[in-house]
């Protein structure tokens, strides 16, 4: 949807402040500079999947045998998810104080000496010791990992100005590298070495990032603009975007304290084998979001028609995952497996052209061009998402707890399909 003096002035910019050019730009030639800038934050997106993904063969389960009911497990989840919402907006404000650079690798440092905390927790007593406890250090993560991705936005958008949403849909290859492998990984682990091993390891895989991103990361700096949250989200198209984010991450979300309970008692699958089963969504998400992320930049036009499709299918996945009851289908492996493809595909088409979208709109509406802009979006989508974050697991936890997960699912994708009804009023942005 952008236009030529809004790309044109994205390349101007970038020559004034030094900023690398775009990889559509004159050279298609990456710099070091941006190479590096790519190794950074596919380092970030790899690590904090597998610190939030590793906990959902076996956590749940952990959790039930230190008296905590499924509602419970779901807070704990979604108690990650609130605090990252509230961190994100004010670290996205102050991101030209604090310096991206800093809070990327603060953000990392204190991820990775929670996940290790963490994997101590089966040492306190049952209760409500070990359910404080729990709340207390996922919330310290999650403020660790608000810091890590709010930067890692704004780098990456300032880094390429002109293929953000190609950028980011190449970064999500190692999001999902790291969803694929968590869950595994985790199970694994777990198995064969107990609850303490598997968070250990990836806190110290995290801990050995800091020192290396800090030599190869640039730094990036920026002068403080007057814009503000509220200007951003009171735009009507910035405020259907984020109805949109909510909506995905919620869905998403809402898979966290259910999916693995569900397919233990509905399957008999050991734990180990638990976490190969999240590798239908998380493969697909990421094999798909490249491409996604390439046709959204090379064709604007296309990003209504992504966003919309995108969540219809995501809606009638989510009633077919148990499936829901009314449609009398019995459960199997295999078709649960490949709606989880579906999911994972589904969730690409809608996510990946947000960002890119919201950016464009603030520059159409006045915004400064620079680094406190690309922090305000980058703060805004990470809350929205961690909002959803926050309601997707709460909600089906409790749902689960009361209904079962059939229903559970089939609820999420009715909201789902709620939510996208809104979709098509978007038309008037072109």
């Known amino acids: 949807m952008g236009s030529r003096e809004a790309e044109g002035a994205d ?17 298609r030639r990456l710099t070091r ?14 690590s904090s999947m597998i610190c939030y993904s590793i906990l959902g063969p076996f956590f749940p389960s952990e959790a039930e045998k230190k008296g905590a009911s499924n509602t419970i497990v779901g807070l704990i989840f979604g108690c990650f998810a609130l605090v990252n919402f509230l961190s994100s907006l ?42 404080g406890l729990c709340f207390l250090v996922r919330a310290m993560d999650a403020v660790g990992f608000a810091a890590a991705m709010t930067a890692s936005f704004s780098i990456v958008a300032k880094a390429f100005p002109n293929n953000i ?16 492998l968590g869950p595994p990984l985790g199970g694994f682990l777990y198995q064969s070495f107990g609850y303490e091993v598997p968070f250990i390891t990836v806190g110290c ?72 089963v ?39 996945c989510f009633f077919m995952l148990g499936p829901a009851p009314v449609l009398h289908i ?28 919201i950016l464009q709109c603030a520059y159409e509406n006045g915004f400064e061009e620079g680094l406190s802009l690309l922090g305000l979006v980058s703060g805004l989508f990470n809350a929205m998402w961690s909002l959803g974050a926050f309601a997707g697991p709460t909600l089906g936890g409790f749902l689960n707890e009361k209904l079962g997960f059939e229903w559970a699912s089939a609820i999420q994708g009715g909201w789902a399909l709620l939510s996208f009804q809104f979709q098509p009023a978007k038309s008037f942005w072109y």
Not at 17 to 26: F, V, Y
Not at 213 to 230: A, E, G, Q, R
């Open 165 to 180: 949403a190609t950028v980011l849909g190449s970064l999500e290859i190692f999001t999902g590298l790291g969803l694929v």
């Open 278 to 316: 999240f590798l239908g969504l998380a493969l697909s998400y990421s094999l798909s979001s490249p491409l996604l992320g390439l046709l959204s930049d090379k064709l604007p036009y296309l990003r209504k028609w992504l966003l919309v499709s995108g969540g219809l299918m995501t809606a009638l």
């Open 90 to 131: 004010i670290l996205g404000n102050y991101i030209t104080h604090i310096g991206a650079k800093f809070m990327f690798l603060a953000g990392m440092f204190v991820s990775g000496c929670v996940t290790i905390l963490f994997g101590m927790l089966d040492k306190v007593p049952s209760g409500p010791v070990f359910i």
């Open 33 to 46: 500079e941006q190479l590096f800038t790519m190794a950074a934050t596919a380092s970030i997106n790899f």
């Open 205 to 276: 895989v995290v801990l050995v990032l800091v020192p290396v991103n800090m030599c190869v990361l640039s730094k990036y700096d920026s002068v403080p603009s007057k814009d503000s949250f509220w200007k951003l989200i009171l735009l009507p198209k910035v405020l259907l975007l984020c109805l949109t984010i909510f909506s995905l991450s919620a869905c998403l979300g809402f898979l966290d304290p259910t999916m693995s309970l569900f397919i233990l008692k509905k399957f008999k699958l050991p734990a180990g084998y638990v976490g190969l």
């Open 330 to 357: 019995e459960s199997q492996l295999w078709m649960f497996v490949l709606v989880l493809v579906l999911v994972g595909f589904s969730l690409g088409m809608s996510a990946i052209p947000v960002f890119p979208e």
């Open 11 to 27: 390349s101007e910019q970038a020559a004034e402040d030094g900023t690398p050019g775009a990889l559509g730009g004159e050279s």
